[in-house]
Structures are given as C-alpha cells and as structure tokens.
C-alpha cells in the first residue's frame, strides 16, 4: 500500500494556490494520516452518468465509522445530490465505496458546486477503568463536488475566459462562461504590482465579483488559477478593460 501521508502532502501541494481543502488536509496529515481518505480530491458527477462512485479508506489501525455529508455553498442551497450510504463501518485499511447520486428535476445549464464531508470516527475498544469505549479524535475532509451539465464539453483552462475591469478603485471579476472556476484569492495587478485578495477561492458560473483595489490603473491581472481537480497552475495574465 502506498504511504498514506505521502499522498495526502502531494494533496496539499496541490491545493495550496486554491485553499480549497487544504486546512483539512493539512490537519490530517498532522495527525499522522490518520482517518478516512477519499481516492480522489475532488468530487465530479456528471448529469450524463446520474451518479458517480468515490473510495474512501480507513488508514486508522482500528474499525471506525464513515460518515458522510453533503453541504450547500451560501450561493446555492439547492439539493441536487445525495450520498449512499452516509454512515457506515469501515475496518482497519479496509475501503468502503460511497455512491454521489444527482437528483435535479430539471436539465444543469451550468457546472454547481457543493461539498463533500468525510468524517472518520474512531471507535475506541473497552477501557479497564469504565468498561466503555473510548471514541478517539475525529478527522475530516472537506472535498468540492461539481456537478457537471450532460453535453457541456470539459473546459481545462475556464480561467482564460474570466472578464476583467477595473473602474473607480474596484476590480470586477466575470465568468460568463457555464464553468466553475477555481482560483488563489491572491491576484496581483500589472505593471503596478498592488495587490488584492478576491473573498473566495472560486468564480461561479453567472457571477461577477468586485473588490476594492488602491491601483488607479492596470494593463493586466495575475491570477492563480487550479483545475478542476484542484493542480495548481503556472500564473495567468488576464487582460483589464477600463
């Protein structure tokens, strides 16, 4: 079996200019890679498809329990999946398969975006002292899901298609694009150097996102972009429009 640590570092390697996910892993990694560890870093389900299946380990050295749980983004609390099962017991470096079930009534026009909780809980044997068991430290991770439109074509480069402006001290970023876009919330503005922090890791599809900036002009904006599994990529230089 490979190095569990070895691959959840090359995870937070990886999510590192996005920030998606890396507290988590980076917290994992920490205790020693102990925990439930998913066998990929991002969660894709494609309305094609209707579902899609992820493998979860146990890396602990004992039993404990998968539980798993859908969260909503503030911008989109519809329920459009749901996950199978959501609690189950998992042996020591034993795998269970967890099934990402989409559940829209109507047609995705655009990629959404959720996320995902695999949360390890450890189950302690009897003690001598009390003769109950002793529950251990539980360890998450926190993984994006994208739901992805039947017939909408893969896009590994959505960042190249953002708009950018830059007007009265506020820079506007737009995707205009059915693609969700995954960025470092640092970004830096060119030639000037100035720079600002956007106030997420990500650019929906449809949205537009404005924040103040103290350069009075630009020719270009640096953005680190990722793709959609999260690998970061060399900088981009997105034009400015005044």
Not at 39 to 45: A, L, P
Not at 120 to 127: A, N, R, S
Not at 139 to 159: D, S
Not at 178 to 184: G, S, T
Request: net charge neutral; with cysteine.
């Amino acid at each position: 079996m490979r190095d569990i640590k070895t691959i959840l570092l090359r995870h937070l390697r990886r999510l590192t200019h996005t920030g998606i996910g890396a507290c988590a892993l980076l917290l994992t990694a920490q205790a020693h890679a102990d925990g439930m560890v998913p066998d990929t870093s991002v969660v894709i389900v494609n309305e094609a498809n209707g579902e899609t299946s992820v493998s979860v380990t146990n890396t602990d050295a004992s039993l404990a329990l998968l539980h798993v749980t859908i969260e909503d983004i503030p911008e989109d609390t519809e329920p459009l999946v749901f996950v199978t099962p959501p609690l189950a017991r998992v042996e020591a470096s034993r795998t269970q398969l967890v099934r990402f079930i989409l559940q829209s009534e109507k047609p995705l026009l655009t990629q959404r975006l959720k996320r995902v909780i695999f949360e390890g809980i450890p189950q302690g044997k009897p003690t001598a002292e009390t003769g109950k068991a002793q529950v251990g430290v539980t360890v998450r991770q926190n993984l994006p899901i994208i739901l992805h439109p039947a017939g909408l074509a893969p896009n590994r480069t959505p960042w190249t298609d953002l708009k950018w402006s830059l007007q009265d001290g506020q820079l506007t970023v737009r995707n205009e694009t059915p693609y969700v876009v995954r960025l470092a919330q640092e970004v830096q503005l060119l030639p000037s150097g100035s720079g600002a922090m956007l106030p997420k890791t990500y650019v929906l599809p449809g949205e537009h996102i404005s924040v103040a900036v103290t350069a009075k002009a630009a020719a270009q904006v640096r953005i680190h972009p990722a793709t959609v599994y999260g690998f970061a990529v060399p900088p981009y230089d997105a034009p400015i429009k005044s």
